[in-house]
């Protein structure tokens, strides 16, 4: 909407936002000088002032000529004085609503009625030569049947707001205005911003993310280009380097079954067990190869499957090979995603739990916002410092440990990056009474419901 | 003894796996591509195929779909692909059974035992009927080529190798009462670890998956005389 505007600049749409807040900054504060007189000065009717010099203006009209000047000073209070004057008052400052002279006459039953009114627009004396209303803060002037005058003033108006009040009130108006519209301008300006960084993110965990969106400011769209191609550049890269790896461990395959085969015509059975076993983990280091590779490069189709028997499975698979593990999950917990790969996953968490861990105790939770697969063994641990090492490429904490124990360094790997393509990621960490917890938070699928 | 076709374009596996079969009593031809194996299928007519999935010109599984329209001869795969994909691929253009490379000759050779035990009640009405059907029965859908048990609601539920293997062994055979050694002779053939406890395992991690109430099991009753039967009635799409 705004290129339309001409504001397919950062440097543009913040001078548009500055100018926009002063703009509506200015506005409220005009807004509130013209309107806002009505709440912050309240007007002579209001309090009833209108009322009483009607009254007092007949009072002192009945009363003898001589009589009315000590009656009119008689009749004052702290809120207003009465004065009384022969001649017709020289006002410099006739600024008060005609409105008023209207209320006074009616009260009056005179429509005819010379009537004076002031009101200051400050609560400041106004016109210092005005000799008749001086620093009053209202003040009126109504004419008498003989041609004198009768002269109310307002000392004060208390029920008004003070000087320092009103400048703060536009004061914060600017701020409020300006605040505002700077937080939703900024806001417009940054959620590209905070896109471009939620994409590197996702393509940092995940290399198969979708493009991000060339959305926003120019300088923005110009690095989300960029951005797209670095990413392109990198997955072609990473997916050759995956193909040539994939197709070496595939090869490797048809040698290995000539090996395997040549083995049975071996005499000396002890040669011909060994040779097996070298075969074996030959195989070993080819199917985890294979399937780090496979799970980037095939897309298994996603379905709605039943997690808990797919977690059971290789529980009990586990189990049946004399392996001390077992699950205390809930039952019949339907996820959305690969089962095949995830089966993969968290057979190389449950493994490595068995295999590293000595025992392992499998748990299937489902909440509000997702599941939560876990797996608590009972070994010694991972350092913490290499907590994050594990889940490199063939890193292995105990190397000295050899086949006996296991892989070849891929699972974890493996299983992170399936996981990681599920939209979650594994945590391990290292449990207070010993032994190491595994956790992997899935999101809840919106088909996810049995 | 049966006589089988192995096609393999690796010369030192063919001649290795001739050998070997030979070594146990069978008689073996061999072929390096495709054409060579329709030759061989007219001139020797063989009992069982084994099948390399990478060939030069026409590969395993074009081989095996072309085969299958004329042909219900068992057929094994030799596959080097790890993926369940390429698995079920192979299984769904006909092939009978599959064996991932490098392997041991013996599971091999127990395999083409299975398969040429499967084959033979039914070879009379193989041609006519498709070969692996989608079965049907309560409220459960079971792809035999994909090997996937389904809910009502499309739910996949995992089965393992073993746990289908018995469960097709069950469907095929609905509403007959089945021994423990038929099951495990039928299932898994004859060269599984015999012990008879293991039948019973796989029936109850069965139940569980499939019967609404696993302590009362409708689908897999327990038969006093010792056995099992499966109860419901089944279905082929």
């Given at each position: 909407?705004?290129?339309?505007f001409g504001?397919?600049?950062v440097a543009?749409?913040?001078?548009?936002t500055?100018?926009l807040a002063?703009?509506?900054?200015?506005s409220?504060d005009?807004i509130?000088i013209?309107?806002?007189?009505?709440?912050?000065?309240?007007?002579?009717?209001?309090?009833?002032?209108?009322e009483q010099a009607a009254?007092?203006t007949r009072?002192?009209?009945?009363?003898?000529?001589a009589?009315r000047?000590?009656l009119?000073?008689?009749?004052?209070?702290?809120?207003?004085?009465?004065?009384w004057?022969?001649?017709?008052?020289?006002?410099a400052?006739r600024?008060?609503t005609?409105?008023?002279?209207?209320?006074?006459?009616?009260?009056?039953?005179d429509?005819?009625?010379q009537?004076?009114?002031?009101?200051?627009q400050?609560?400041?004396?106004?016109?210092?030569?005005?000799?008749?209303?001086?620093?009053?803060?209202?003040?009126?002037?109504?004419?008498?049947?003989?041609?004198?005058?009768?002269?109310f003033?307002?000392?004060q108006?208390?029920w008004?707001?003070k000087?320092?009040?009103?400048?703060?009130?536009?004061?914060?108006f600017?701020?409020i205005?300006?605040a505002?519209?700077?937080?939703?301008?900024?806001?417009?300006?940054?959620?590209?911003?905070?896109a471009?960084?939620e994409a590197?993110r996702?393509?940092g965990?995940?290399?198969?993310?979708?493009?991000?969106a060339?959305?926003?400011?120019?300088?923005?769209r110009?690095a989300a280009?960029?951005?797209?191609?670095?990413q392109?550049?990198?997955?072609r890269?990473?997916t050759?380097?995956?193909?040539m790896l994939?197709a070496?461990s595939h090869d490797?395959?048809?040698?290995l079954?000539r090996?395997?085969?040549?083995?049975e015509?071996?005499?000396?059975?002890?040669?011909?067990?060994r040779?097996?076993?070298?075969?074996?983990?030959?195989q070993?280091?080819?199917d985890?190869?294979?399937?780090?590779?496979?799970?980037?490069?095939?897309e298994?189709?996603s379905?709605?499957?039943d997690l808990s028997?797919?977690?059971?499975?290789?529980?009990?698979?586990l189990a049946?090979q004399?392996?001390?593990?077992?699950?205390?999950?809930?039952?019949?917990?339907?996820?959305?995603?690969?089962?095949?790969?995830?089966q993969?996953a968290?057979?190389?968490?449950?493994?490595n739990?068995?295999f590293?861990g000595?025992?392992?105790?499998?748990?299937?939770?489902?909440s509000?916002?997702?599941?939560?697969f876990?797996?608590?063994?009972?070994g010694?641990?991972?350092?913490?410092?290499?907590?994050?090492?594990?889940?490199?490429?063939?890193?292995?904490?105990e190397?000295?440990r050899?086949?006996?124990?296991?892989?070849i360094?891929l699972g974890?790997?493996?299983a992170r990056?399936?996981i990681r393509a599920?939209?979650?990621?594994?945590?391990?960490?290292?449990?207070p009474?010993?032994?190491?917890l595994?956790l992997?938070?899935l999101p809840?699928?919106?088909?996810?419901r049995? | 003894?049966?006589?089988?076709l192995?096609v393999?374009?690796?010369?030192?596996?063919?001649?290795?796996?001739?050998r070997?079969?030979?070594?146990?009593?069978?008689?073996?031809s061999i072929?390096a591509d495709?054409?060579e194996?329709?030759?061989?299928?007219?001139?020797?007519?063989?009992?069982?195929i084994?099948?390399d999935l990478?060939?030069p010109g026409?590969?395993?599984l074009?081989?095996c779909?072309r085969?299958?329209v004329?042909?219900?001869i068992?057929?094994?795969?030799l596959?080097?692909?790890?993926?369940p994909?390429?698995?079920v691929?192979?299984?769904e253009l006909g092939?009978?059974?599959?064996?991932?490379?490098p392997?041991?000759?013996r599971e091999?050779?127990?395999r083409?035992?299975?398969v040429?035990?499967r084959?033979e009640?039914?070879l009379g009405?193989?041609?006519n009927t498709?070969?692996r059907?989608?079965l049907?029965?309560?409220?459960?859908?079971?792809?035999v080529?994909?090997?996937?048990?389904?809910?009502?609601?499309n739910?996949?539920v995992?089965?393992?190798g073993?746990e289908?293997?018995l469960?097709?062994?069950?469907a095929?055979?609905?509403?007959q009462v089945m021994?423990r050694?038929s099951?495990l002779d039928?299932?898994h053939g004859?060269?599984?670890?015999?012990?008879?406890?293991?039948?019973?395992?796989?029936?109850?991690?069965l139940?569980r998956k499939l019967e609404?109430d696993?302590?009362?099991?409708?689908?897999?009753?327990?038969?006093r005389?010792g056995?099992?039967?499966?109860t419901?009635s089944?279905r082929r799409?």
């Amino acid at each position: 909407m705004s290129r339309k505007f001409g504001l397919d600049s950062v440097a543009s749409r913040l001078a548009f936002t500055v100018m926009l807040a002063i703009a509506a900054a200015a506005s409220l504060d005009l807004i509130f000088i013209d309107t806002a007189g009505v709440w912050a000065m309240p007007s002579l009717r209001n309090v009833g002032l209108f009322e009483q010099a009607a009254t007092l203006t007949r009072v002192v009209s009945a009363v003898p000529v001589a009589l009315r000047p000590r009656l009119a000073a008689a009749v004052g209070n702290e809120t207003y004085t009465v004065a009384w004057a022969s001649m017709t008052p020289v006002i410099a400052d006739r600024r008060g609503t005609p409105k008023a002279r209207q209320i006074m006459r009616e009260l009056l039953h005179d429509p005819a009625r010379q009537i004076m009114v002031f009101e200051s627009q400050e609560n400041l004396p106004v016109n210092r030569h005005d000799k008749v209303f001086g620093n009053a803060a209202y003040g009126m002037a109504v004419s008498l049947d003989d041609g004198s005058w009768l002269i109310f003033k307002v000392r004060q108006r208390s029920w008004g707001l003070k000087f320092w009040q009103r400048s703060s009130l536009v004061l914060s108006f600017i701020l409020i205005s300006t605040a505002g519209i700077s937080f939703l301008a900024a806001r417009s300006l940054v959620r590209p911003i905070e896109a471009f960084a939620e994409a590197a993110r996702q393509f940092g965990a995940n290399p198969k993310a979708p493009p991000m969106a060339e959305r926003g400011p120019g300088e923005l769209r110009n690095a989300a280009q960029a951005f797209n191609a670095m990413q392109t550049q990198i997955r072609r890269f990473v997916t050759d380097r995956t193909d040539m790896l994939a197709a070496i461990s595939h090869d490797l395959r048809t040698p290995l079954t000539r090996v395997r085969l040549r083995g049975e015509f071996i005499e000396d059975p002890e040669q011909q067990r060994r040779l097996f076993r070298d075969v074996e983990e030959m195989q070993a280091m080819v199917d985890a190869a294979l399937a780090l590779f496979y799970d980037e490069a095939t897309e298994e189709q996603s379905t709605s499957f039943d997690l808990s028997e797919l977690v059971r499975l290789v529980v009990e698979n586990l189990a049946d090979q004399g392996r001390d593990v077992n699950f205390v999950g809930m039952d019949q917990v339907v996820y959305q995603g690969r089962p095949f790969t995830l089966q993969r996953a968290f057979g190389n968490l449950i493994e490595n739990a068995c295999f590293y861990g000595g025992a392992a105790t499998v748990e299937l939770e489902t909440s509000a916002d997702g599941i939560m697969f876990s797996v608590r063994d009972e070994g010694p641990g991972i350092p913490d410092l290499l907590l994050e090492r594990v889940f490199s490429p063939f890193y292995r904490v105990e190397r000295s440990r050899n086949r006996q124990t296991g892989g070849i360094g891929l699972g974890l790997t493996s299983a992170r990056t399936i996981i990681r393509a599920h939209g979650s990621d594994i945590v391990l960490r290292n449990r207070p009474g010993g032994g190491l917890l595994v956790l992997v938070r899935l999101p809840l699928v919106e088909a996810a419901r049995h | 003894m049966p006589h089988l076709l192995i096609v393999d374009d690796d010369e030192d596996i063919l001649s290795l796996l001739t050998r070997f079969f030979q070594s146990y009593g069978h008689t073996v031809s061999i072929a390096a591509d495709g054409a060579e194996m329709f030759r061989n299928l007219e001139a020797v007519s063989p009992d069982l195929i084994i099948l390399d999935l990478m060939l030069p010109g026409e590969d395993g599984l074009t081989l095996c779909k072309r085969l299958r329209v004329k042909s219900s001869i068992p057929v094994i795969m030799l596959t080097a692909a790890t993926t369940p994909m390429d698995r079920v691929i192979g299984l769904e253009l006909g092939a009978d059974d599959y064996i991932i490379k490098p392997f041991d000759p013996r599971e091999l050779l127990a395999r083409v035992k299975a398969v040429l035990r499967r084959v033979e009640p039914d070879l009379g009405d193989a041609a006519n009927t498709p070969i692996r059907p989608i079965l049907l029965f309560d409220t459960w859908r079971l792809d035999v080529s994909r090997r996937e048990l389904r809910s009502s609601r499309n739910v996949l539920v995992p089965l393992s190798g073993r746990e289908f293997d018995l469960l097709l062994v069950f469907a095929e055979r609905p509403q007959q009462v089945m021994s423990r050694e038929s099951l495990l002779d039928l299932a898994h053939g004859t060269t599984h670890d015999v012990y008879d406890r293991s039948i019973d395992t796989q029936v109850s991690r069965l139940r569980r998956k499939l019967e609404p109430d696993a302590m009362t099991p409708m689908i897999i009753r327990t038969v006093r005389s010792g056995g099992y039967i499966f109860t419901p009635s089944v279905r082929r799409e």
